[in-house]
């Protein structure tokens, strides 16, 4: 049998548009829909919609405070049902964070069961987890049966979800926010309720206030796990006057002295966000890797409460030094960011300050307040209207009775007899039998006088914006009531200081283990430590054409200074040097020096001594040694040289005498206090030369006399008395040295 041969397909009409422009709609498409449903909150009720539905849809499962709770099954399965289709373990997760007192400052989901812990452990699948809103989700979801918003189709028609919550607490800011959208990003810290409710009740007197004002009442943020901000007062204000910002928090921490002169830092919080398990785990890293010098041991000894224990390597260690080493190294000091970017009124993405956002909640509070006294309106001018029709037939009982058992339509004819409205007449005829019993004239009277009293009141309120304000401001105050500083889920968690100061030296000298060690430079420039002071170097190896230069004694805590013929001086970090394996690393991997440059002389910086510093044509001047510190590659410029003079000489200021040995073998004494002191310059004229350059300088006591090195390598001397046909005077061009060596260096440099 053969295959039935199927009609033609009449081809689809085919449409062309141009690839950029399907693109540019495409993606803009997609940008939209993730800044404004999933990426950024709202400025009123503060939060996403995934959020958003998450509450309203136990609001549906009457799930409120002190109701049982119910497994986080049946709410995922419903609110994915209903109102987000994006699947259930994005669902869970949102709901988990909501639950988490360490993630949310005012948890808005009361959970039972494991829902994750500081440490990072993930949160138990939703069939073993329960739940149920909190206090803090029933006051944002307050007035939402009574038209207090607007509500819009959920995404397949069959239902209708709210589009905002009426947010009677200031979520925004008191919870916070964390969210990537397409080309913009929204980090919201938490923030203390109480605060915030004060802020506003002073915006709503003074509604111009600017955020600075505003800052009176919100120091800043307040997170769940405590902290301490060290951020100064003037960068706190400009992060809430511009809406960006970030802030500086760091840990809690404790002395508590142990036995025999001993102690220990213990840390009781840390800072927002941070994983405690993946803290010590770096901790523990760094301390193997020798990097934390000053600490011997962590100890995590935390149970409900966070207690990590930091064990000092020796009872002499600096305890505010040993915290400020693992606050520059760990997360132990966390910098947490602000952007208040927020969909005002539901649709514009925007950045505002503290007083704009609280503003926007204000305004919706109001408007939320417009919106249910206006449905409570409706509600009491429609029972009035029914008890003016019951009072009319309490009145005639026997006459209405007879017209429903007797007219075979009752509605019109009741209309018609007691000229009662639709509304009325619908009232009695829908009225059970049982409730014939209770129609007494003066409970009907009594329930119409209250009424109309109400009633006077919510038509005052729709007509005045002061009343508006003085009901939005007493609703302001029982959240403040409710979550005061003196309430356990109100008081502050987080306060301020300033950063200690301590000294750069010691700060980077901790983050180094102190050992001796020996630099080892070649002829080329190539630099490598040994471990210990090697006194014996023969047995070290060299790249091709390179040998030995010279080698001196340091620590790995060490600073080494590199006077360059540039005139800069550069500093380089012995830790930062390669070790003894291999011929080491050129000297210019580590700092910026050009290539037509060399090395004058490289030593140790020890901090207190003075230099005489000389360029080749004849220019110098002393130096304190702390003044050729620089903290950059570039180095720092001490000696002006311009090509093709330059930097060529160095010596140790000790004594009262300056030598000074030109290229052409002349040599000149003169009184060092005629060598001015500066931190930067050219210098004066030391030597007088006509065809010649300077070789080398050096200071010495006089009545030591002047010490050199010979050709061999020995010491050689002249007394005072031997010097006295080279005595003179500064820019002599001096006498012939003899006896001095023929290279023209007095070989003692750097001492």
């Given amino acids: 049998m053969g295959k039935r041969q199927l009609p033609p397909e009449e081809p689809a009409e085919i449409h062309e548009v141009p690839l950029r422009d399907a693109l540019e709609e495409r993606y803009l498409a997609y940008a939209l829909s993730t800044i404004m449903h999933r990426a950024l909150p709202d400025a009123r009720d503060g939060?996403?919609?995934?959020?958003?539905?998450?509450?309203?849809?136990?609001?549906?499962?009457?799930?409120?405070?002190?109701?049982?709770?119910?497994?986080?099954a049946k709410i995922v399965g419903d609110v994915m049902g209903s109102f987000h289709p994006h699947g259930d373990q994005a669902i869970y997760d949102a709901m988990v964070r909501l639950a988490q007192d360490f993630s949310s400052r005012y948890p808005l989901v009361d959970g039972q069961g494991n829902f994750g812990n500081v440490d990072g452990d993930n949160a138990a699948a939703y069939r073993y987890t329960e739940a149920r809103m909190t206090e803090v989700a029933r006051l944002l979801l307050e007035g939402i049966d009574e038209?207090?918003?607007?509500?819009?189709?959920?995404?397949?028609?069959?239902?209708?979800?709210?589009?905002?919550?009426?947010?009677?607490?200031?979520?925004?800011?008191?919870?916070?926010?964390?969210g990537i959208a397409v080309g913009m990003?929204?980090?919201?810290?938490?923030?203390?309720?109480?605060?915030?409710?004060?802020?506003?009740?002073?915006?709503?007197?003074?509604?111009?206030?600017?955020?600075?004002?505003?800052?009176?009442?919100?120091?800043?943020?307040?997170?769940?796990?405590?902290?301490?901000?060290?951020?100064?007062?003037?960068?706190?204000?400009?992060?809430?006057?511009?809406?960006?910002?970030?802030?500086?928090?760091?840990?809690?921490?404790?002395?508590?002295?142990?036995?025999?002169?001993?102690?220990?830092?213990?840390?009781?919080?840390?800072?927002?966000?941070?994983?405690?398990?993946?803290?010590?785990?770096?901790?523990?890293?760094?301390?193997n890797e020798k990097k934390l010098p000053l600490v011997g041991d962590?100890?995590?000894?935390?149970?409900?409460?966070?207690?990590?224990?930091?064990?000092?390597?020796?009872?002499?260690?600096?305890?505010?030094?040993?915290?400020e080493s693992l606050f520059r190294l760990t997360e132990l000091e966390s910098k947490i960011p602000l952007n208040l970017n927020v969909l005002v009124k539901g649709r514009i993405p925007k950045v505002l300050g503290l007083a704009e956002c609280l503003r926007e909640w204000l305004d919706h509070l109001r408007d939320v307040l417009l919106r249910r006294s206006n449905y409570r309106k409706e509600q009491i001018e429609h029972r009035l209207e029914v008890l003016g029709g019951y009072l009319i037939a309490y009145l005639n009982i026997d006459r209405v009775i007879k017209i429903i058992r007797t007219e075979d339509e009752p509605k019109p004819a009741l209309m018609k007899a007691f000229k009662l409205t639709e509304v009325q007449a619908d009232a009695i005829l829908n009225m059970r039998l049982r409730s014939l019993r209770k129609l007494e004239e003066f409970e009907i009277r009594t329930e119409d006088k209250n009424l109309r009293a109400e009633l006077k009141g919510i038509k005052g309120i729709l007509g005045s914006e002061t009343e508006q304000w003085s009901k939005v401001s007493e609703q302001v105050r029982k959240?403040?009531?409710?979550?005061?500083?003196?309430?356990?889920?109100?008081?502050?968690?987080?306060?301020f200081a300033d950063a200690p100061e301590h000294d750069l030296a010691a700060i980077e000298e901790a983050f180094v283990e102190r050992e001796p060690c020996t630099?080892?430079?070649s002829e080329k420039g190539w630099v490598r430590t040994l471990k210990g002071h090697v006194a014996d170097l023969s047995g070290l190896t060299f790249k091709t054409d390179d040998k030995l230069d010279h080698a001196f004694f340091a620590e790995t805590t060490s600073k080494l200074l590199v006077f360059a013929t540039n005139g800069r001086f550069y500093s380089l970090d012995v830790a930062k040097l390669p070790g003894g394996r291999g011929h080491g690393e050129p000297i210019r991997m580590f700092i910026d020096m050009e290539q037509e440059t060399a090395i004058v002389s490289l030593f140790v910086n020890k901090g207190e001594r003075k230099f005489l510093i000389a360029s080749s044509e004849g220019q110098g001047f002393i130096?304190?040694?702390?003044?050729?510190?620089?903290?950059?590659?570039?180095?720092?410029?001490?000696?002006?040289?311009?090509?093709?003079?330059?930097?060529?000489?160095?010596?140790?200021?000790?004594?009262?005498?300056?030598?000074?040995?030109?290229?052409?073998?002349?040599?000149?004494?003169?009184?060092?206090?005629?060598?001015?002191?500066?931190?930067?310059?050219?210098?004066?004229?030391?030597?007088?030369?006509?065809?010649?350059?300077?070789?080398?300088?050096?200071?010495?006591?006089s009545k030591a006399g002047l010490a050199w090195k010979d050709s061999a390598g020995r010491d050689q001397s002249m007394s005072w008395k031997e010097l006295a046909d080279w005595r003179g005077n500064r820019a002599d061009a001096g006498r012939l040295a003899h006896g001095l060596p023929k290279s023209n260096k007095f070989g003692r440099g750097v001492e």
């Fill in 479 to 495: 959240v403040r009531d409710i979550f005061g500083p003196k309430t356990p889920l109100g008081k502050r968690r987080t306060t």
């Fill in 298 to 323: 962590v100890r995590d000894e935390s149970a409900e409460d966070i207690r990590l224990v930091i064990e000092p390597k020796s009872r002499a260690v600096d305890p505010e030094l040993m915290m």
């Fill in 519 to 521: 630099v080892v430079i």
């Fill in 147 to 178: 038209d207090g918003v607007e509500f819009r189709a959920n995404y397949d028609g069959q239902t209708k979800e709210p589009s905002v919550l009426p947010g009677g607490f200031p979520n925004l800011l008191a919870n916070g926010a964390q």
């Fill in 623 to 701: 130096v304190k040694e702390e003044d050729c510190v620089g903290n950059t590659r570039k180095g720092k410029q001490v000696l002006n040289v311009e090509m093709p003079n330059e930097a060529c000489a160095i010596a140790t200021v000790a004594g009262d005498t300056v030598a000074v040995i030109g290229t052409n073998h002349k040599m000149v004494l003169f009184p060092l206090d005629q060598v001015p002191e500066m931190a930067r310059g050219r210098g004066v004229r030391l030597q007088k030369y006509t065809s010649a350059s300077l070789s080398d300088v050096a200071t010495f006591d």
């Fill in 185 to 287: 990003a929204t980090s919201i810290p938490p923030h203390n309720a109480a605060e915030l409710c004060d802020a506003a009740l002073h915006l709503i007197e003074k509604p111009d206030a600017k955020s600075k004002a505003l800052l009176k009442w919100v120091k800043g943020p307040d997170f769940p796990t405590g902290g301490i901000i060290v951020d100064s007062k003037e960068a706190i204000t400009e992060a809430y006057m511009t809406g960006r910002g970030s802030f500086r928090t760091r840990a809690r921490w404790t002395q508590e002295e142990g036995a025999r002169g001993t102690w220990v830092v213990v840390i009781t919080e840390i800072p927002w966000l941070v994983q405690k398990s993946r803290l010590v785990e770096k901790i523990a890293e760094l301390l």
């Fill in 47 to 72: 939060l996403k919609p995934v959020h958003r539905r998450i509450l309203y849809g136990m609001r549906l499962l009457r799930l409120d405070p002190g109701t049982p709770f119910k497994k986080s």
